[in-house]
Every structure is written in C-alpha cells, then in structure tokens.
C-alpha cells in the first residue's frame, strides 16, 4: 500500500561486497555508511503507520512486500534540492531526480475509448513528479491522430491501446511549474518519432514553453563545464531539451542528445550487478568529450511491487559502479520508474548522497554547508525536508496505491503475456484492413 509526509535506511553492519580499488572504496563508503534520518517533527523513518498524517512532511506511508515488509511503515517521498543548499555550481555538477516514461502513469484516463494494454512506469502525475523533486522527464513522443502524442509503442509506430495523451498536456504541465518556480531548471529527454516537419516547435511553442528553451548553439559541445545554475536561471534558460533524433538539430535547433551526454543501457542490460556499459547511441562513460552522464536505472519490464526492492541496496551499488566506470564521474540523471517506491529512502536518499559527495565531499548533501571547503561537513542528526523541497510547492501523494489492486493489474501475468502477443496481433489486423 502507498498512502503520502525525511529520509534514511537501516545501518549495514558490514559492506556487502569487496573494493577492488580504493577510489571505488570511497565511493561505496558513502553509500553503505549507516545513517539515520528524521523529519523535522523528530519523526524516524521506517516508523510504522496506517496513513500519511502518522508520518510528517516528505514522507509517505506504504510497505514493501517483495523484501517481507508487508506492514505500512514511513517511506521517503520527496527529493533534496542540491541548489538550494550549495547554489552557484556548473550545472552539470549536480545530479537530478529523472522519471523513466514519465507519462505512462497507471490509472491515466483512456483518451483514444480503447482499453489501454501496455506497461506504466509511474504513478502520479508530471505536476506532481516535478513537486516532489523531479527535474528531469523522459518523453516517447509520436505522431497520432494529426497530433503529437506520449505513446508506447511497437515497430516505432503509436496505437490507440498504447497511446497516452496529446503531449501539450504535459508539456503545459511543466511550463505550469516553471511559471510558479523561478528558479526551477527542468530537462527533457525525448525518444522522438515524430516525422512532422517542425513538429516538436511547434507543439513546446504552443506550450508556452519556447521562452525558457536552452539555446542550442550556446550549449558547450567539447564536454566544457555548462554555466552555473544562477546563471541559467538568470538567462531564464530553465529547460533543457534533448532529442535522440539527430536530424532536429539542423531542422528544428533541438539538441541531440548522445552529442552533450554519455548514457548507460537502459533495461535490463543496466541493472546487472557490477557492470554499467554505454549504450550503442552513446559514446564510452569515460569519454570526457560529453559534460552530462544519463544513468539508467530500471528494468525492461516495469512491476510496480519489485520498485521499492529495486530502489535500496541494488541501485547503491549501481552508482557506485557506474561512477567506476564512467571514470570516477557522478551521473548528472538518474532515471528510474516507480521513483517513490523504497524500503525507507530509497532513491532520494541515494540522489543525497551522490550529491553530497560530489558537491562538498560529505555523505550526504544535507551536511554540506555552504561557503565552506570541500570536505567540510556538518553533523547531522535530524534532517528537516521542510527546507529542501521547492518552497510553497511540495508535493503530496493524491490517494493511496494497493500494490494488489487496480494500479498492478497490468503487471500480472496474463497482462504480460497479452502484451507479448500484441506484435501478432498488430500483424493480424493489419492484413485484415
């Protein structure tokens, strides 16, 4: 169950696996070293509850059954905001929340009156992904019904069982959020089969979202440092925007986006145990000619209820070999579905960590103190969410989620096996047209 108020993780007594560098020791040691959280109301997390008001600020109330916490305790649900503890850094010295198929959200309406048959990869809505600390969305936009839509897809084609919603509806989601936040920067990564002649203009212009749009040509291309976050914020420069269609760089000014970041294969293929390879598209993780690293992490068939095992220690030792092999370098993204699900901090907790360690050399971010030298970390015995999420826009979980109920139904079996048989179906209708 899911039910929506800090951060923190049972202590590990020993580390679980055995540095073959020290470097990479290091790194692990920030990671594995046991620390305890509280919420501003001295509120532990993991304490048990039956709905979100037990919890406090930044936390919700769920469980985790696949590691046998079957009981609703308080899990994390809200991410730190790095700049707003150390501001004036290159952007590109962070890293940032990122929802996989940010879009694919279980229980979003059926807008095409077909019974949508595919996976989700998320469950609540952009505007509130974006409140809770998210700043980086991954968008399939297609062509569909002489529009643009958000869609899975098969054979790169866009059906009314996989189709979405028309992406103006997220798009004007996210201008939304950077009109109420001034001093938000959020990205966009497209996975573009749109063919439409200046499609993607057209629809982030009707958006409203034209105004904040990272200029092209003043994206540094030789793996320079970006500028710093007060400074793009200054520019009003506070979206970034990345197609994997090389061709809209000439014809639509749109970055592409394997040209300004290194990337980790996505699927399963990035979740393996001890091993973090480039994708085809991308150049190696330790090439140094790309400013921004894409971590990927997340399965290729999503299910909601293995997420919050998924979200603890794996995706710990995940980091830690990416950063080996990416050449000692921090991801800037890291990309996961079902971002709130965890065994207690989950995904924020790890984001705090990487963070911190990059930005000022502590465990966490929330010891960094700002106008100190690096490595100059404060103590930390209670950490306090209500300063770190985006000011007067924190997010809230809307209603609760059963892991056995509605929102899981696509990841039964029958749903999975209905999905894989779709390509002959699809095969089959088409000879009857």
């Known amino acids: ?71 609703p305790f308080c899990i994390r649900g809200q991410a730190t905001i790095p700049s707003s503890i150390i501001s004036g850094m290159p952007f590109n010295k962070y890293t940032w929340l990122v929802t996989h198929n940010a879009f694919s959200i279980v229980d979003a309406p059926l807008l095409t009156g077909a019974q949508r048959i595919t ?32 869609c899975h897809s098969f054979r790169g084609q866009c059906y009314n069982y996989t189709a979405f919603e028309p992406v103006i509806n997220t798009l004007r989601e ?11 920067i959020i990205t966009i990564i497209i996975e573009d089969y749109v063919h439409t002649p200046k499609g993607l203009t057209r629809v982030f212009t009707d958006a409203g979202l034209d105004k904040y749009m990272y200029p092209l040509a003043k994206m540094p291309k030789k793996g320079e ?121 989950g995904v924020f907790d790890v984001l705090d960590r990487m963070n911190g360690q990059r930005l000022c050399g502590c465990s966490t971010v929330s010891a960094c103190q700002a106008g100190e030298p690096f490595g100059k970390c404060k103590a930390i015995t209670v950490y306090n969410m209500t300063s770190t999420t985006t000011p007067g826009n924190s997010g809230s979980f809307s209603g609760s989620v059963q892991l056995t109920g509605d929102a899981s139904r696509i990841n039964n079996f029958p749903a999975i096996f209905a999905l894989f048989l779709l390509p002959f179906f699809i095969t089959f209708y088409t000879m009857l047209q």
Not at 12 to 23: F, G, W
Not at 132 to 147: I, K, Q, S, T
């Open 119 to 150: 996976f989700y990869n998320q469950e609540d809505s952009v505007t509130n992904q974006l409140r809770n600390g998210v700043r980086g969305l991954m968008l399939d936009m297609y062509d569909f019904e002489n529009d643009i839509w958000l």
């Open 225 to 345: 440092d970006w500028p710093t976050i007060n400074k793009m914020v200054q520019n009003n420069y506070r979206l970034l925007v990345f197609t994997s269609d090389s061709s809209k760089e000439a014809a639509e000014g749109i970055a592409y986006q394997w040209k300004y970041m290194v990337e980790n294969e996505s699927g399963d293929p990035g979740v393996v145990p001890g091993s973090c390879p480039n994708r085809k598209e991308s150049k190696a993780l330790n090439s140094r000619s790309a400013s921004l690293f894409m971590m990927n992490y997340f399965p290729t068939i999503p299910v909601q209820s293995e997420a919050c095992k998924e979200h603890s220690m794996p995706l710990a030792d995940m980091v830690a070999t990416c950063y080996k092999s990416a050449g000692n370098l921090m991801p800037n993204f890291l990309a996961v579905n079902f971002y709130m699900r965890s065994d207690g901090g």
């Open 1 to 71: 169950m899911l039910a929506y108020s800090s951060e923190g993780g049972a202590p590990h007594a020993t580390m679980k696996k055995t540095c073959t560098t020290a470097t990479l020791a290091i790194v692990r040691l920030f990671f594995l070293f046991p620390l305890f959280f509280f919420n501003g109301d001295s509120q532990l997390l993991e304490l048990p509850c039956s709905a979100a008001t037990d919890c406090g600020p930044g936390l919700y109330c769920g469980n985790c059954p696949s590691i046998g916490k079957d009981q």
């Open 174 to 184: 996210v201008e939304a959020f950077l009109a109420q936040n001034p001093s938000e």
